[in-house]
C-alpha cells in the first residue's frame, strides 16, 4: 500500500527550516540540484519530491526526513552557537557544500580546516 506525502506539512516545514538557517529559495534549489520553480512547488504544497530529493532536503537542511514528513513532531533544534541568519554568503556556501558530504567526508575535511589553522 502506497502512503500519501502530506505536501502541505512538508511545504511548511520547509519553508520553516529554510528561514531559520537564513536560506533563500534559490539556495536550497541550488544546494540540492533542483530548479528554484521546483522548489516553490514543493514549499506550496503543488508537488511532491522524489525520495532522493526528499534525502537532498534532509541532509541540507540539517533535519530528518522524519521531521519533513510530520511523522516527527519535534521541532528541529539547532545544535550551532551562530544564529544562522549571521553567517555571510561565504558561510552559507560552505555549510551547504559539507552537508551534502556523508560524515567521514565531513570529519576529513574538517581535519584538513584545522591543518590549515
Request: glycine share 6%.
Amino acid at each position: 500500500m502506497k502512503s500519501k506525502i502530506d505536501v502541505a506539512v512538508l511545504g511548511d516545514r520547509i519553508v520553516q527550516r529554510r528561514n531559520q538557517m537564513g536560506m533563500t529559495q534559490s539556495e536550497l534549489a541550488r544546494c540540492i540540484g533542483i530548479a528554484r520553480g521546483q522548489m516553490w512547488k514543493y514549499e506550496t504544497g503543488t508537488s511532491s519530491p522524489t525520495a532522493d530529493v526528499l534525502m537532498k532536503l534532509s541532509q541540507a537542511l540539517a533535519i530528518s526526513v522524519d521531521w519533513l514528513l510530520g511523522i516527527e513532531a519535534t521541532e528541529w533544534q539547532p545544535e550551532a552557537s551562530v544564529p544562522p541568519g549571521e553567517l555571510d554568503e561565504t558561510e552559507r556556501e560552505i555549510v551547504e557544500v559539507l552537508r551534502l558530504k556523508s560524515p567521514e567526508r565531513r570529519k576529513a575535511m574538517l581535519e584538513i580546516v584545522r591543518l590549515a589553522q
